[in-house]
T-cell receptor, first 111, second 112 residues
Framework: GAGVSQSPRYKVAKRGQDVALRCDPI?????LFWYQQALGQGPEFLTY????????KSGLPSDRFFAERPEGSVSTLKIQRTQQEDSAVYLC?????????FGEGSRLTVL | SQQGEEDPQALSIQEGENATMNCSYKTSINNLQWYRQNSGRGLVHLIL?????REKHSGRLRVTLDTSKKSSSLLITASRAADTASYFC????????????FGKGITLSVRP
């Protein structure tokens, strides 16, 4: 596709549920990033992939958060046993030369 | 944690006026980027300035970088109502474009 595609755009989960958020990056982009954006704040780094290798996961807030990119293209961010504080917009971005191209985000609301 | 800090936090101007937004950061950087975000949408890259550059232009945008003061400014000239959005500065300290650290953003409102 022409841009970074994320799904679902909106997700409502009950506390304790597991969720999976998908990111389809721009074809050929080696680098893929996940960011978390709370309301009224800037994006906070979660994790970074170069092809299928997860090179930095220092921003993942807890071991309930897990990301993968098994074939170096599509990536999934999984959150287990969701908590209310996980409510945020999860942004995926891909990059080739330093400029990040962002998707529209997945807005997660945990009740 | 957020490295960049933009100011002002909110800015309201009349269409046609210039808008100046500032960003300060704490650690040394490889490059600094500015992004725009319309409400409920993803971020759009505006401009990138490297640490060895002092000024860069792109259309109605002008970015300056002062590494001695650890600060950058974004100037939007002849603003339009469509420029209404949140603006974020983001710094790359790794040198490998592997992690951008964003500020909290500036909300710009351009009144028609």
């Amino acid at each position: 596709g022409a841009g970074v595609s994320q799904s679902p755009r909106y997700k409502v989960a009950k506390r304790g549920q597991d969720v999976a958020l998908r990111c389809d990056p721009i074809s050929g982009h080696v680098s893929l990033f996940w960011y978390q954006q709370a309301l009224g704040q800037g994006p906070e780094f979660l994790t970074y992939f170069q092809n299928e290798a997860q090179l930095d996961k220092s921003g993942l807030p807890s071991d309930r958060f897990f990301a993968e990119r098994p074939e170096g293209s599509v990536s999934t961010l999984k959150i287990q046993r969701t908590q209310q504080e996980d409510s945020a917009v999860y942004l995926c971005a891909s990059s080739l030369y330093g400029e990040l191209f962002f998707g529209e985000g997945s807005r997660l609301t945990v009740l | 944690s957020q490295q960049g800090e933009e100011d002002p936090q909110a800015l309201s101007i009349q269409e046609g006026e210039n808008a100046t937004m500032n960003c300060s950061y704490k650690t040394s950087i490889n490059n600094l980027q500015w992004y725009r975000q319309n409400s409920g949408r993803g971020l759009v890259h505006l401009i990138l300035i490297r640490s060895n550059e002092r000024e860069k232009h792109s259309g109605r945008l002008r970015v300056t970088l002062d590494t001695s003061k650890k600060s950058s400014s974004l100037l939007i000239t002849a603003s339009r109502a469509a420029d209404t959005a949140s603006y974020f500065c983001a710094t790359d300290s790794t040198g490998a474009n592997s992690k951008l650290t964003f500020g909290k953003g500036i909300t710009l409102s351009v009144r028609p």
